[in-house]
């Protein structure tokens, strides 16, 4: 333990995700159903999403009161601190609720609008990914780093889709693009955790348009300290728009690919 200003933000992080993913394990029902839709009606809300949100904002709030909150599920609090938290309770809300293991708890604290600590808490691989800015990214404890860059064309890629018909639409026509230029494209349904799989060097890259801030802050914190690039269109940082992690190396052809086919607009 040491007394370095992150060091508190990063075990207050690591204990809220922590505890919302045993919540989200134990309290799921068998007949989990969708509390709500959002954005379309394939954009699903379940009552264990708001549950965890309570969770991680009461767990923080009790311990950093003066400290804002943005949370998925719709709290938005601002502060006085200086400090945020950008939280995504359950990234993967899809695979949480058909009970695939691949969903995520996203916790990022943020000091004057850049992640300064971000946790992915992957509850059913018992996987943890935290890291500090400057100070590396670590899987279970153990620092990690992102792969060396493969040929663009042997480069293993993920994805992700919004919910809205028109946006999958063009994502699929930027598929069809990429997919023979590479060796393979993924899709877990968990951006979080795709941004992580990049830093801790099991996937080449990462893109998708549409992620919010909740579903990256964390993860694109942990792929840059794993030494991936991380950024967005060119000589832009991550954003709505487009999130893209990938190796040096990789980064550069796909943004430049993304960039020739609009992959940040629908
Ligand atoms: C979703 C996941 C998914 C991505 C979607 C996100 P949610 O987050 O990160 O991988 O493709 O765009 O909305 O809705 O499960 O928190």
Not at 203 to 232: N, P, Q
């Amino acid at each position: 333990m040491t007394d370095a200003p992150w060091a508190a933000l990063r075990d207050i992080a690591l204990e809220a995700a922590k505890r919302a993913g045993e919540l989200l394990i134990t309290g799921r029902p068998d007949d989990l159903t969708v509390a709500a839709t959002k954005s379309s009606p394939i954009d699903v809300v379940t009552e264990m999403d708001l549950a965890a949100e309570d969770l991680i904002r009461q767990y923080i709030g009790a311990r950093r009161p003066d400290d804002g909150f943005l949370g998925e599920e719709g709290a938005d609090v601002p502060g006085s601190s200086g400090v945020r938290w950008v939280v995504d309770p359950l990234d993967g809300t899809v695979n949480y609720l058909y009970g695939l293991p691949g969903w995520a708890v996203s916790i990022a604290a943020e000091v004057d609008g850049e992640a300064l600590v971000g946790v992915v808490e992957v509850p059913m691989r018992k996987e943890t990914f935290y890291a500090v800015r400057g100070g590396g990214a670590f899987r279970n404890g153990e620092p990690v780093r992102c792969r060396t860059a493969p040929p663009f064309s042997q480069a293993l890629i993920a994805t992700g889709f919004g919910y809205l018909t028109a946006r999958r639409d063009h994502q699929a026509a930027v598929v069809r693009e990429l997919l023979p230029q590479v060796r393979d494209i993924r899709r877990s349904g968990t951006g979080a955790l795709d941004l992580c799989e990049v830093g801790c060097g099991r996937l080449d890259g990462f893109y998708e348009r549409g992620l919010h801030r909740w579903d990256f802050a964390a993860g694109a914190l942990f792929a840059s300290e794993g030494g991936a690039l991380v950024g967005g269109r060119f000589g832009e940082p991550a954003s709505e728009e487009l999130t893209m992690a990938a190796v040096p190396g990789v980064f550069e052809p796909l943004q430049g690919l993304l960039d020739a086919l609009g992959a940040w607009h629908d």
